[in-house]
């Protein structure tokens, strides 16, 4: 069955700093890879996805992911850390049959002026 | 504008007063999906359907029914609440999988007493 672990349930970085969002999974078929942000009192919006086509998947507001096979890794980070990216963040793998998204725990990000 | 809407935002009631969360989405996606999220756990997945008539049990659906009769609305449904639905809820759709990008509501807030 297809799972996620999220390492660290919370991160700190000022602003300015290099953001490194970690993301493991667990799947029996290639999988389907979403990393999604979560803002305070709101629903999740879709920061970027992979979907086999390249490994290396960019995505809004700056953010970008490798898809690595070997490490089954889907780590997200950003060049340099801004405010407005304290959020919540989760990533998701999809589930075999096509029917539902697998999250993670969630990690909470934290910038720091 | 394309979304995903929810009603209410926040709800407080008694245990055992039959509740409904509506959503619609305006998107014309046949996939349409309701999860539960808690602290520490993510977002777990309650029923989805994959089309019209079409409905089916996700990870945690206990206590909790749905319903498809038209394509673009999912009303989720709780016959009989209990403090442990105490929960924050989300509605998503998509074109016509899990697999593809999911579209989030802005979340309904649950108190059950």
């Known amino acids: 069955a297809q799972s996620v672990t999220q390492l660290g349930s919370h991160v700190s970085v000022s602003e300015g700093a290099l953001v490194l969002l970690r993301c493991n999974y667990s799947?029996?078929?290639?999988?389907?890879l979403f990393w999604y942000v979560q803002y305070p009192n709101q629903g999740l919006q879709l920061l970027l996805k992979?979907?086999?086509?390249?490994?290396l998947v960019k995505g809004i507001n700056g953010f970008e992911a490798e898809f690595k096979k070997s490490e089954t890794s889907f780590h997200l980070t950003k060049p340099s850390a801004h405010m407005s990216d304290a959020a919540e963040y989760f990533c998701?793998?999809?589930?075999?049959?096509?029917?539902?998204?697998?999250f993670g725990k969630g990690t909470t990000l934290s910038v720091s002026s | 504008e394309a979304q995903v809407t929810q009603n209410p935002r926040y709800l407080i009631t008694v245990t055992g007063k039959k509740l409904t969360v509506t959503c619609s989405q305006n998107?014309?996606?046949?996939?349409m999906s309701w999860y539960r999220q808690d602290p520490g756990l993510g977002l777990r997945q309650i029923y989805y359907?994959?089309?019209?008539?079409?409905?089916d049990k996700g990870d945690v659906p206990e206590g909790y029914k749905v319903s498809r009769k038209e394509k673009r609305n999912f009303p989720l449904i709780l016959e009989s609440p209990s403090p442990n639905q105490t929960s924050l809820y989300f509605c998503?759709?998509?074109?016509?999988?899990?697999?593809?990008?999911?579209?989030f509501g802005p979340g309904t807030r649950l108190l059950v007493l």
């Open positions: 998503a759709s998509s074109y016509s999988s899990g697999q593809e990008t999911q579209y």
């Open positions: 799947s029996s078929v290639p999988p389907y």
């Open positions: 992979y979907t086999s086509a390249a490994t």
């Open positions: 998701a793998v999809s589930n075999q049959a096509g029917t539902a998204l697998i």
């Open positions: 998107m014309n996606h046949e996939y």
């Open positions: 359907s994959m089309n019209v008539e079409v409905t």
